[in-house]
């Protein structure tokens, strides 16, 4: 069945006039209220720093004996707090404490968890209109999600935030560019399984829904020219399909984003919403396995996310899921090159070698799933051939839209490595080979 969704009506169109002059007023206010938190500071119920945090011994251990894991009698005889490498944006510091009591002695390592230093006041403007600060927070503190939270709270209006979160650097975890292995990767689509499940239903009212359709129309007018024409349909409809609030989407599910123990736990919620539950599925699996892996082993993995997800009663036909798959990958393009508002939006210099790392290894597995998709289904799903997805990859990877600078940078790097038809090439043929070696 074709997806709709794609052109601008009439209603659409009024809405886009009327929200646009409404959108550059919320961006200016928020961009001065971070602008000022910035110059002066606005006071916090909590650090605002890993140095401010290591100054306020009293206020730390003493939220740490409210989560009741510092016993409250203890005797506190050593304090660290240190910082540990940083994340793509945040900044993230390791809290030790010591304590005695009576004859017993104890020390608890967690993890302090702040909103980001790099980038400019546009930047963090940025990050507050998309809420990332109050989604995660809200992610770990009311529903309970990823790691075990013991302090947890934010700004709204400044984007400061502080999280106190248990310990897990000592779980595996998977450098992107290497891969998710197999096994991780089987655990990885059973945590999401399980995320899905438990919260399937979940009504718009009780969690937002994410970036509303209306901005992604704004927002896609900045991918402009008639040759981009077929990729703002593409992203509008396939935004529009993978937004309705099915169940609860961790967002941005990707093997950088998991810690591997027993099983699978997510973390860094900055981007959940509700939407549909193939988004992630397709997300991991695209992004995170290698073009040999996920050849091998797709098909499999997806078997054991839908058994999971409908072992107690969520229906859920696998006929829906596939075409469900077929439309988050061609959302994942869109997120990956057209202007979102996205974590890529907000790169700067200091992030920039992250990004291109990443971005490069995403685009390169991207274009190689693509490379799978039958012409009869593109045709038929959203009236394009395969060779205009190619040639949408194409112009994205040559001169990327306006309000995306990481994929300037990637762009700039597929140049280095011999220019977009060369890097496309290369993709495609990869898929090819594997398919020979089977």
């Known amino acids: 069945m074709p997806l709709e969704g794609g052109d601008l009506t009439v209603g659409r169109r009024l ?52 989560a009741g894991v510092v016993p409250a009698e203890a005797e506190i005889t050593g304090y660290e707090v240190v910082p540990m490498q940083a994340a793509f944006r945040s900044r993230i510091g390791r809290v030790t404490v010591r304590w005695r009591l009576e004859q017993r002695t104890g020390e608890l390592s967690c993890v302090a968890k702040l909103d980001p230093s790099a980038g400019t006041s546009v930047n963090r403007a940025v990050y507050v209109l998309q809420r990332n600060h109050v989604n995660e927070v809200n992610s770990y503190v009311q529903l309970g999600l990823g790691p075990e939270c013991y302090y947890g709270r934010c700004g709204r209006a400044s984007g400061r935030m502080l999280l106190l979160l ?26 999401l399984a399980e995320l899905h499940r438990e919260h399937w239903g979940m009504k718009a009212r009780a969690w937002p829904t994410g970036i509303p359709p209306a901005a992604v129309d704004f927002f896609t007018m900045f991918a402009t020219g008639k040759e981009r024409a077929a990729a703002r349909r593409l992203c509008r409809a396939t935004w529009r399909q993978c937004n309705r609030p099915q169940t609860l989407l961790h ?33 991991f699996l695209t992004l995170s ?12 993995l997806v078997d054991l996310y839908h058994a999971t997800l409908t072992a107690d009663g969520v229906d859920y036909p696998r006929e829906m899921l596939n075409t469900d798959l077929l439309d988050a990958l061609m959302l994942v ?5 057209l202007p979102f508002l996205s974590g890529e939006i907000s790169v700067d210099d200091e992030t920039r070698e992250d990004v291109v790392e990443g971005g490069v290894v995403w685009t390169r597995r991207f274009v190689a799933r693509a490379a799978r998709v039958p012409d009869a289904a593109l045709q038929a799903r959203y009236g394009i051939t395969h060779e205009a997805l190619m040639e949408i990859l194409r112009q994205s990877l040559t001169k990327p839209p306006a309000l995306n600078p990481g994929a300037w940078f990637v762009a700039d790097e597929v140049q280095k490595l011999g220019g977009a038809d060369a890097f496309i090439a290369d993709a495609v043929a990869s898929c090819r080979s594997a398919e020979a070696a089977g």
Not at 333 to 337: E, P, R, S, V
Request: glycine share 6%.
């Open 15 to 66: 809405v886009l006039a009327l929200m646009t002059p409404l959108t550059l007023v919320a961006f200016a206010v928020t961009w001065f209220m971070c602008a000022l938190d910035r110059g002066f500071g606005f006071p916090m119920p909590f650090p605002r720093s890993l140095a401010e945090l290591r100054a306020q011994q009293d206020w730390c251990v003493a939220k740490l004996q409210a």
């Open 333 to 337: 393009a869109g997120l990956l090159f």
């Open 251 to 283: 967002g941005d599910a990707r093997v950088g984003n998991i810690f591997f123990a027993r099983s699978a736990l997510l973390f860094d919620w900055q981007a959940t919403r509700l939407g549909l539950a193939a988004f992630d599925v397709a997300y």
């Open 166 to 191: 248990a310990d897990h650097s000592n779980d595996r975890q998977h450098d992107e560019r290497a891969g998710c292995p197999l096994e991780d990767a089987r655990q990885a689509v059973t945590a």
């Open 289 to 300: 396995l290698t073009t040999q892996d996920l050849l091998r082993h797709e098909a499999e």
